[in-house]
């Protein structure tokens, strides 16, 4: 399965593979498994180890028990599951019969689940153990008629070995690579789905191979292991490890962020390829030298980050502790984006890649929908030639709102390309905050604070104000043993009127034990605005 960056029609897959190679090496995991089945797939949280020919077996099971059951192209199937093997077993069973996976959020109430269920029109849903509770109260809400499956066994679900036994381990005919369909994260409203209709005569064969050499600039390489340490129901988590299963890896879990385990991970397993967030480099470097020092990482190739904007100094911390093998890549759910390696970061510090890099086109338009020249701010646009579009289901006044003209659409971030055409991300178009007339971007501001020595972790959000329009709200997180008291705020008062234009400069302080953030890393900025706004 290809992340959805990467969805091609099939007349351009097979372009791209004959401008690729002409070899035909093993590429994608259903080749890697059938190569070589008794390498190992997964490491799961517990330790437990599926072979590649174990795991191919299983989800040419659920393949072929879904076909029995009835679901047809671009059909859709939920899973409900924390961090497991039996993920890959549901998701790569269901992208290979043209059927969308939707992975639902673990950490979600049943009111949340029950919307995505009903959204999706999911027809069958495998449910863990450990959620069979919440998941029973979302699917009665909603009158779920539906096949529900138990990746165990539950009273009312159909257990998951006899659901597999039903299908049987041989591959299905008439095989269709199929997108999952993800979620957005809902910080503008409800989550969206983002669907990618299935392409007849696109296999998980071809899909791995046309999206190889985008893959490639993100640092993946073929062999080794990959650390997944973040939620696989989100999208980067998940993607990465289908991709490293795509590039003949062994992919470890981990079930949930912990930044001294992740070091373990790393040099117990000899981890090459890993993807993060910059809130966990954040928290990696906040780590005590003698734990960091403790460790060996030098087996890492890859470190890839996206998610959110990374702090320079952040970032350029990350690399002289791990060295030059960080990469990051600017996309979302909704298509692809751009990338940046080691050294052309090094060179454009800040920068998420050039305005060609993935074979992206990238335009910077002001209000009006003009184009706008280098080095002032606009929305980010975005147009690769032969992907397929995206759209949000059921959703077709959002749809159009995300595209402009030439086939062109953004994501909602506001940004500017250099002379050069490097591309740099100022901040999201709603976190954006109107004071006074004059545009401020809360994530100049946080980086800015964030150098402070006294500073863990900041969000800077807009409140309404009589005068002002909004005024400029920092919600801080001190340092262990550092009060957040007035003697504090002076301090970061002095700090932001140092550095920083008057106008940007936050008017109120206040001070949490931690901020929220989503079980991918990012920032649910929302969650602090929102009881200005009520």
């Given at each position: 399965?290809?992340?959805?960056?990467?969805?091609?029609?099939?007349?351009?897959?097979?372009?791209?593979?004959?401008?690729?190679?002409?070899?035909?090496?093993?590429?994608?995991?259903?080749?890697?498994?059938?190569?070589?089945?008794?390498?190992?797939?997964?490491?799961?949280?517990?330790?437990?180890?599926?072979?590649?020919?174990?795991?191919?077996?299983?989800?040419?099971?659920?393949?072929?028990?879904?076909?029995?059951?009835?679901?047809?192209?671009?059909?859709?199937?939920?899973?409900?599951?924390?961090?497991?093997?039996?993920?890959?077993?549901?998701?790569?069973?269901?992208?290979?019969?043209?059927?969308?996976?939707?992975?639902?959020?673990?950490?979600?109430?049943?009111?949340?689940?029950?919307?995505?269920?009903?959204?999706?029109?999911?027809?069958?849903?495998?449910?863990?153990?450990?959620?069979?509770?919440?998941?029973?109260?979302?699917?009665?809400?909603?009158?779920?008629?539906?096949?529900?499956?138990?990746?165990?066994?539950?009273?009312?679900?159909?257990?998951?070995?006899?659901?597999?036994?039903?299908?049987?381990?041989?591959?299905?005919?008439?095989?269709?690579?199929?997108?999952?369909?993800?979620?957005?994260?809902?910080?503008?409203?409800?989550?969206?789905?983002?669907?990618?209709?299935?392409?007849?005569?696109?296999?998980?064969?071809?899909?791995?191979?046309?999206?190889?050499?985008?893959?490639?600039?993100?640092?993946?390489?073929?062999?080794?292991?990959?650390?997944?340490?973040?939620?696989?129901?989100?999208?980067?988590?998940?993607?990465?490890?289908?991709?490293?299963?795509?590039?003949?890896?062994?992919?470890?879990?981990?079930d949930r962020w912990d930044g001294e385990r992740v070091l373990q991970l790393i040099e117990e397993h000899r981890v090459t390829h890993v993807q993060m967030a910059p809130i966990h480099f954040h928290r990696l470097l906040q780590l005590p030298q003698d734990v960091r020092n403790r460790y060996d990482v030098s087996s890492l190739r890859a470190v890839t980050h996206a998610g959110s904007g990374c702090p320079v100094d952040t970032k350029q911390a990350m690399f002289d502790w791990f060295g030059p093998v960080l990469y990051e890549y600017y996309a979302a759910s909704e298509g692809f984006g751009t990338s940046i390696g080691p050294n052309d970061w090094l060179a454009h510090r800040g920068s998420v890649g050039h305005m060609s890099s993935d074979g992206a086109e990238v335009r910077i338009l002001d209000d009006a929908g003009e184009v706008l020249p280098a080095d002032e701010v606009g929305m980010v646009y975005l147009r690769l030639p032969g992907v397929s579009e995206s759209s949000y289901l059921g959703d077709p006044d959002?749809?159009?709102?995300?595209?402009?003209?030439?086939?062109?659409?953004?994501?909602?971030?506001?940004?500017?390309?250099?002379?050069?055409?490097?591309?740099?991300?100022?901040?999201?178009?709603?976190?954006?905050?109107?004071?006074?007339?004059?545009?401020?971007?809360?994530?100049?501001?946080?980086?800015?604070?964030?150098?402070?020595?006294?500073?863990?972790?900041?969000?800077?959000?807009?409140?309404?104000?009589?005068?002002?329009?909004?005024?400029?709200?920092?919600?801080?997180?001190?340092?262990?043993?550092?009060?957040?008291?007035?003697?504090?705020?002076?301090?970061?008062?002095?700090?932001?009127?140092?550095?920083?234009?008057?106008?940007?400069?936050?008017?109120?302080?206040?001070?949490?034990?931690?901020?929220?953030?989503?079980?991918?890393?990012?920032?649910?900025?929302?969650?602090?605005?929102?009881?200005?706004?009520?």
């Amino acid at each position: 399965m290809i992340d959805p960056r990467a969805q091609m029609d099939a007349a351009h897959v097979v372009r791209s593979l004959g401008r690729m190679n002409d070899d035909q090496e093993c590429f994608g995991f259903w080749q890697f498994a059938a190569a070589d089945p008794e390498a190992v797939a997964v490491i799961d949280v517990d330790g437990t180890r599926t072979t590649r020919g174990a795991l191919a077996a299983r989800a040419n099971a659920v393949s072929n028990t879904l076909r029995r059951a009835g679901l047809v192209l671009d059909d859709r199937s939920a899973i409900l599951v924390t961090n497991s093997v039996r993920y890959f077993d549901w998701v790569l069973g269901c992208s290979q019969i043209g059927v969308h996976a939707v992975p639902l959020n673990f950490h979600s109430v049943s009111d949340e689940i029950a919307y995505i269920v009903d959204n999706s029109s999911s027809k069958v849903i495998a449910v863990g153990s450990s959620l069979k509770e919440v998941a029973d109260v979302a699917l009665t809400s909603i009158g779920f008629e539906g096949t529900r499956v138990a990746l165990d066994v539950a009273d009312g679900y159909v257990p998951y070995a006899d659901f597999l036994a039903a299908g049987g381990s041989g591959a299905p005919d008439e095989r269709v690579n199929a997108n999952a369909m993800l979620y957005t994260s809902g910080t503008t409203g409800r989550p969206k789905g983002v669907l990618w209709p299935a392409t007849p005569g696109v296999t998980p064969e071809l899909a791995a191979r046309g999206g190889r050499p985008m893959f490639a600039r993100r640092g993946m390489s073929v062999g080794g292991v990959s650390l997944v340490c973040g939620p696989l129901y989100h999208g980067a988590p998940g993607s990465q490890g289908l991709q490293a299963l795509n590039w003949g890896q062994s992919v470890v879990l981990l079930d949930r962020w912990d930044g001294e385990r992740v070091l373990q991970l790393i040099e117990e397993h000899r981890v090459t390829h890993v993807q993060m967030a910059p809130i966990h480099f954040h928290r990696l470097l906040q780590l005590p030298q003698d734990v960091r020092n403790r460790y060996d990482v030098s087996s890492l190739r890859a470190v890839t980050h996206a998610g959110s904007g990374c702090p320079v100094d952040t970032k350029q911390a990350m690399f002289d502790w791990f060295g030059p093998v960080l990469y990051e890549y600017y996309a979302a759910s909704e298509g692809f984006g751009t990338s940046i390696g080691p050294n052309d970061w090094l060179a454009h510090r800040g920068s998420v890649g050039h305005m060609s890099s993935d074979g992206a086109e990238v335009r910077i338009l002001d209000d009006a929908g003009e184009v706008l020249p280098a080095d002032e701010v606009g929305m980010v646009y975005l147009r690769l030639p032969g992907v397929s579009e995206s759209s949000y289901l059921g959703d077709p006044d959002k749809t159009a709102a995300s595209r402009g003209a030439d086939g062109f659409r953004t994501f909602g971030d506001m940004g500017y390309l250099d002379a050069d055409g490097w591309l740099f991300l100022v901040d999201r178009r709603t976190d954006m905050i109107l004071s006074g007339g004059v545009n401020v971007y809360p994530a100049e501001i946080e980086q800015h604070l964030a150098r402070h020595s006294d500073v863990a972790d900041v969000a800077v959000i807009g409140a309404p104000d009589a005068e002002w329009g909004q005024r400029v709200i920092a919600v801080v997180v001190p340092v262990a043993g550092v009060r957040g008291d007035d003697d504090l705020v002076a301090a970061l008062r002095a700090h932001c009127d140092a550095g920083l234009a008057r106008f940007k400069c936050p008017r109120t302080y206040e001070f949490r034990v931690e901020l929220p953030y989503s079980g991918a890393g990012k920032l649910l900025r929302r969650e602090l605005r929102d009881p200005y706004w009520a």
